[in-house]
């Protein structure tokens, strides 16, 4: 009960000492908004390019109502972390600035083009939106991608040929280039790579696409 009068006592003195100062008592504000200054601007939203298996009729109705929802960029998830699909049956040469395309398969990233991000495109395109895309891609140790493949992980040089290979195929392909891409979805989500590799794969790849004339630039990757 002692400890109770003491904290009662304080109180009182706090509570003399305010009103001795003068404290302001909190007044009502009114606040404006000039709707006609514009100082951002957001260009795209957007989800991931996954096919779905459906029937195309539906496939092209989800398209259509994506179109009129607004929706106008998708994230294109690359070849990802499987090396028998990404990149055949392993390393292509052992030179990191040499690339054997015949060793690199793009079936994922072609199917999430053609069934996805080539129709999304038309339909943005059409109603005078400006569509986009990024890629990246997925390494999970334990998730539906699996680990990065060693000889990647261990050399920024050969993780790059990597990632060049795929926006060569896109823009040969499709005459397509994503205008963003992130060095890895989510690194930070149980991923095999650590903070100094994922800077290090964006020093050696950055000068890269600007000397083979991509316009696709690094983002930070998204967080969880």
């Known amino acids: 009960m002692k400890h109770q009068h003491g904290v009662r006592a304080a109180t009182g003195v706090v509570a003399a000492v305010m009103a001795g100062v003068g ?23 957007g989800g991931v390019a996954n096919v779905l298996n459906i029937p ?15 929706l106008n960029r998708l994230r294109l ?31 994922t990233v072609d199917l999430d083009m053609v069934r996805t991000a080539l129709p999304l495109k038309s339909r943005v395109e059409a109603r005078g939106d400006q569509f986009g895309s990024y890629l990246s891609p997925s390494y999970y140790p334990n998730g539906s991608t699996g680990r990065m493949a060693e000889f990647l992980e261990m050399s920024p040089a050969e993780f790059a040929e990597n990632y060049l290979a795929t926006l060569n195929h896109l823009r040969a392909t499709y ?3 994503p205008e963003l891409m992130t060095i890895q979805n989510e690194p930070t989500s149980s991923n095999s790579s650590s903070e100094a590799q994922v800077i290090q794969r ?17 983002q930070f990757a998204e967080g969880v």
Do not use: C, K
């Open 23 to 45: 404290v302001p008592q909190a007044r009502a504000a009114a606040v404006s908004v000039d709707v006609s200054q514009q100082h951002q601007e957001i260009r795209h939203w």
């Open 56 to 70: 195309p009729e539906v496939e092209e109705q989800i398209l259509d109502e994506l179109a009129d929802m607004g």
């Open 77 to 107: 998830s690359g070849p990802g972390s499987d090396s028998e699909e990404a990149l055949g049956y392993g390393n292509d040469n052992n030179d990191p600035y040499v690339t054997d395309l015949a060793h690199f398969q793009f079936e």
């Open 175 to 177: 005459g397509h280039s």
């Open 202 to 218: 964006i020093v050696t790849v950055g000068p890269e696409l600007v000397a083979q004339g991509f316009p696709t630039r690094v």
